[in-house]
């Protein structure tokens, strides 16, 4: 089956730099790759998503890349804010049917 | 609006019990997924579910089922408890249309004692 690796596992960035968290498949078969935040206490909820018919997606300061050569794709956060903290968690769509496989997740701490 | 909604939110059960989880969405979304959380794990898919009648195994099913008679609702029964299945439970959804976004529902706090 689908096997997601994610990294790092924490993050601390001061507010206004960027933020980059990796993301690794291992079936190349999946061919969606969505990204959730989770804040503490919270459900996750969907930020963007990438299909694999497609290189790169922006959304305001929210970009996500992937390379399906490499199987690996990346979360990019631009002028990081506080209400960025959260936990972000990648995760692929296997080659069979709608189920996801996530990552371990990465805790982002967005410092004044 | 439409909602995912689960019950309750939290749950203590003694080593042994029985104990079901429901997870109920007016979405009227045909797929539908339990995920259990825990440190270090992120979101480990447990059962899901198609459709109507329709059930299968996801990564870490053993000790959990499920069961769909209708499509708002996938109640996770966990038969007999044990203190490793204590973690944070979260039911989410989709449309049948591959790729789409799961929505999730606010979660179950269970602890096995």
């Known amino acids: 089956g689908e096997n997601v690796e994610q990294h790092p596992s924490t993050l601390s960035v001061q507010e206004g730099d960027s933020a980059v968290i990796k993301c690794t498949y291992s079936d190349s078969a999946s061919n969606y790759f969505p990204w959730y935040k989770q804040e503490l206490g919270k459900r996750p909820q969907l930020i963007i998503d990438?299909?694999?018919?497609?290189g790169e997606k922006k959304d305001q300061r929210i970009a996500v890349t992937l390379n399906k050569t490499a199987k690996h794709f990346s979360l990019h956060i631009t002028e990081t804010q506080p209400e960025d903290s959260a936990v972000y968690f990648c995760a692929a769509s296997g080659g069979g049917g709608n189920k996801l496989t996530f990552g371990t997740g990465t805790q982002l701490k967005v410092e004044l | 609006d439409a909602e995912i909604t689960q019950s309750p939110r939290h749950k203590i059960i003694e080593t042994g019990r029985q104990v079901t989880l429901a997870c109920h969405q007016t979405?009227?979304?045909?797929?539908m997924f339990w995920y259990r959380q825990d440190l270090g794990h992120g979101l480990r898919l447990i059962h899901y579910s198609y459709g109507v009648h329709d059930t299968n195994k996801g990564e870490v099913s053993d000790g959990y089922s499920v069961s769909r008679s209708n499509t708002e609702d996938l109640p996770l029964t966990l038969e007999s408890a044990a203190s490793s299945q204590t973690s944070v439970y979260f039911c989410?959804?989709?449309?049948?249309?591959?790729?789409?976004?799961?929505?999730f529902g606010p979660g179950t706090r269970l602890t096995v004692l």
């Open positions: 990438i299909r694999s018919n497609v």
């Open positions: 989410a959804s989709s449309e049948s249309v591959r790729g789409n976004e799961q929505f």
């Open positions: 979405w009227n979304h045909n797929n």
